[in-house]
Structure formats: C-alpha cells, structure tokens
Nanobody, 120 residues
C-alpha cells in the first residue's frame, strides 16, 4: 500500500516561511517523479512544483517561482517544499504526489495533505 504523509503546515504571517515534508512508503520512491499540489477552499487542484527522480531537475508554477524550493532525499524517501515569502494566496491544503510527469495535476498516488494558512 502506497502511503504519502505530508506534514509541516501551519499558520504563518505574510512574508514568513514554512518547510513541508512528505514521507513515502510502499513505493519505490527513488524511481518516480514527485510533485506538490495544492487546493485552496472552493478551488480546484493546482500544480505547485515537480522534481525528477534524481532530484536534479525541478519545475515550478509561475505563482511560486523564486519563492518555493522543492527537493528530495531518496535515502530517506522524503520530499520537501521550502516556502519563503508566503502570501495569503498560498493558503491551501498541500499534497505530495507520485507522478510520471513533473508538470500538471495528473498523478499516480496522492497522500493526505497538510494545511497552510497565511494570515496576519
């Protein structure tokens, strides 16, 4: 059974930072593209960022480029998202996902998300 558990969310003020983590099990983590998706209340799923299996190629949505950094540690089966200079529009539930492509919302498996709230 594939399990993807994201954590690290919380309440942060605009301009603040958070680091999300996602621990994977039941899947050959190092063989897959991984991505972060998010869903704000009342909105559809949005692609945030993707990283290739080796961790040396990354892609970002324009809305987060220059502020977010995706990374992975294949030895620990863990995916990360460093989020800096957070804005209110970044508030959403963030999900990690196993995928074939770094772009877009299509994925093979998605875990339970972690809530990020950016508010003063």
């Amino acid at each position: 059974e594939v399990q993807l558990q994201a954590f690290g969310g919380g309440l942060v003020q605009p301009g603040g930072s958070l680091r999300l983590s996602c621990e994977a099990s039941g899947v050959r983590f190092g063989s897959y593209v991984m991505k972060w998706l998010r869903q704000a209340p009342g909105k559809g799923t949005e692609w945030v960022s993707g990283i290739n299996s080796l961790g040396d190629v990354t892609k970002y949505a324009d809305s987060v480029k220059g502020r977010f950094t995706i990374s992975r540690d294949n030895a620990k089966n863990t995916l990360y998202l460093q989020m800096n200079n957070l804005k209110s529009e970044d508030s959403a539930v963030y999900y990690c996902a196993v995928a074939n492509l770094m772009w877009g919302t299509v994925h093979r498996y998605r875990g339970q998300g972690t809530l990020v709230t950016v508010s003063s």
